[in-house]
């Protein structure tokens, strides 16, 4: 019996821009790399009217570009976790951020050419941090785009869904890379 799934390797849609995960390493050692979330971010796109239909999706292509970050103050629950484990400290880092993406798809006519369509989609999301964080701190954000799931809804429309990890680190006397 099938599960009606497939693995990267067997993945038909390429996608480029998925980070290697087994680079993200977090280090015991050192309590603020654990400044992380991680996030979903589904999304329905709709070819321009200009362009020709859908007949399948063949290339994705996926880059994160932050834009803007700051800290807030917060409630503090140091002693308190939510059913997920997750405890406030008083300190939040905001992230915005664009997902930069172009699908690349063969159209729905005789001759199926190759199109393509690039697609700004905003996000914003926030990262718990230590609670020794002040409001004037700066952090580098990295980040890594885990998985990208993509299915074609209709003759313009396409599901896509990005799994992004974002780790922030407070900057020293360094500039992000």
Avoid at 54 to 79: A, G, L
Avoid at 116 to 122: K, L, M, Y
Avoid at 132 to 137: G, K, R, S, W
């Amino acid at each position: 019996m099938s599960c009606g799934c497939c693995n990267q390797a067997n993945r038909a849609v390429d996608i480029v821009g998925l980070c290697d995960t087994d680079k993200i390493i977090f280090d015991p050692n050192v309590p603020e790399e654990y400044a992380w979330t991680e996030m979903s971010i589904p999304e329905v796109l709709r070819i321009p009217c200009q362009k020709p239909e859908i007949e399948s999706v063949d290339r994705v292509f996926v880059r994160v570009k932050i834009i803007s970050k700051k800290v807030i103050d917060t409630p503090d629950s140091e002693t308190v976790e939510n059913e997920e484990g997750t405890l406030l400290t008083g300190k939040k880092l905001i992230v915005e951020g664009i997902l930069k993406q172009k699908i690349v798809y063969t159209a729905l006519l005789p001759d199926q050419p190759v199109h393509s369509a690039n697609f700004d989609i905003p996000f914003s999301a926030f990262i718990v941090l230590d609670s020794t964080a002040e409001l004037e701190d700066e952090y580098c954000v990295e980040t890594c785009v885990e998985d990208v799931y993509v299915k074609v809804l209709g003759k313009k429309e396409i599901f896509k869904n990005v799994t992004l990890l974002l780790r922030a680190k407070k900057l020293e006397s360094f500039v992000c890379p």
